[in-house]
């Protein structure tokens, strides 16, 4: 950046450090608390199936021990993945247990129908849109075989019936007590993201005034943790919309996911505009192949077009409608001055000018934010 400071005086490092704390305290506290709440729900579910089970009919009351364990494979991190899996775990016992039937024609348990059983599962368990039930396809057809050996038919009625209520019951706790919504930890990602690219501008904006070869090059290795942040992101955005389906909490809780999608969008192509900034700034400083260069005099204006759009960034989440409008003017002039820089400067014979491509990604960089604001 231009220097330590920006245009009404506030550190940049300083500013963007305590931000960037808060933030991943805020990310952390946000995940810890949705994996107590599974934990305490597997918990209550558990629980709650392992009192019912000896009160169902028949030789389903013989194995009370399978419905906690329902309970807890249909526990998931939301409503609707919680009814998917559940599902798919049933289906995959129903057609383990079916496995099971069809080879106790062959007669007792012996070395080869339990390897025969194990083949044919894994095979069946590459089934298509069965999920996370074809992992149980060759457990319950091993169980069956196994274990319900001398009475199949009472063990695989209580095993499937015991499992079913299980799961019910899951299903049911994760649906009554507090369905999570993860739209918090969602938007505090995108945040932290939005910040950490500002902090990315800023700091390649530093090393442009220092000495070079820089003596700060932390920037320049930053190019793959941000693209596996972006990544990271992403998964939360997507992890708050599965969160939202078929859970009744939405109502009281209204978020437009859609907007963090739009806003995720921009953000990846930030990502990738900086990534390409940072690439070029490496090779013109450090590769001894690289014919390109900053002619000298372009490094202040540079360092103050990058800094300013940094300060655009940071402005989405710390400062009102009116001051971000007020920084993205301060950009355009920053980068408009660049710009004449760059038309009115010396070009070097057989030396191509890096600070075009900086300039145009600036450009494109601008241009996102800006269709972001009128959105």
Do not use: C
């Not at 289906?91 to 012996?110: D, E, K, N, R, W």
């Amino acid at each position: 950046m231009a220097s330590d400071e920006n245009s009404d005086g506030a550190s940049h490092p300083s500013r963007f450090d305590k931000a960037l704390r808060a933030v991943r305290a805020s990310v952390s506290a946000a995940l810890l608390w949705p994996r107590l709440q599974l934990a305490i729900k597997a918990a209550l579910a558990a629980g709650i199936a392992f009192a019912i089970a000896p009160f169902m009919p028949g030789s389903a009351a013989d194995y009370p021990y399978y419905a906690p364990l329902g309970a807890l494979v249909a526990m998931y991190e939301n409503v609707s993945g919680s009814m998917r899996q559940g599902v798919q775990t049933l289906v995959g016992l129903a057609i383990g247990i079916g496995l099971a039937f069809m080879l106790f024609s062959l007669g007792q348990p012996s070395p080869f129908t339990v390897a025969l059983v194990m083949g044919l599962g894994v095979i069946l368990a590459g089934l298509p849109k069965i999920g996370s039930g074809s992992d149980w396809i060759p457990t319950a057809a091993l169980l069956v075989l196994l274990v319900g050996g001398h009475n199949p038919d009472s063990f695989s009625f209580g095993y499937l019936f015991q499992m079913g209520v299980g799961v019910t019951v899951g299903i049911v706790v994760n649906l009554l007590v507090f369905p999570p919504l993860h739209f918090k930890a969602a938007a505090l990602s995108l945040a932290e993201l939005r910040l950490a690219l500002a902090r990315q501008l800023w700091d390649m904006a530093t090393a442009l005034e220092e000495n070079w070869p820089p003596e700060h090059e932390d920037w320049s290795r930053r190019s793959d943790a941000l693209a596996a942040h972006t990544r990271s992101v992403r998964a939360a955005v997507q992890k708050a919309d599965a969160s939202r389906r078929a859970n009744p909490r939405r109502r009281l809780h209204p978020r437009d996911v859609d907007a963090d999608y739009r806003d995720l969008r921009d953000l990846e192509r930030l990502t990738f505009h900086i990534q390409d900034v940072t690439q070029v700034l490496s090779d013109v400083i450090w590769a001894t192949d690289h014919p390109f260069v900053i002619p000298s005099g372009q490094e202040v204006p540079l360092a103050a077009a990058m800094a300013r759009v940094g300060d655009v960034l940071r402005s989405t989440e710390e400062e009102d409608t009116e001051r971000q409008a007020e920084r993205i003017a301060e950009a355009d002039r920053a980068v408009e001055a660049l710009t004449r820089q760059v038309s009115d400067g010396d070009h070097t014979p057989g030396a191509p000018n890096a600070v075009e491509s900086v300039l145009l990604s600036l450009h494109r960089m601008l241009r996102v934010v800006k269709s972001a604001a009128r959105d």
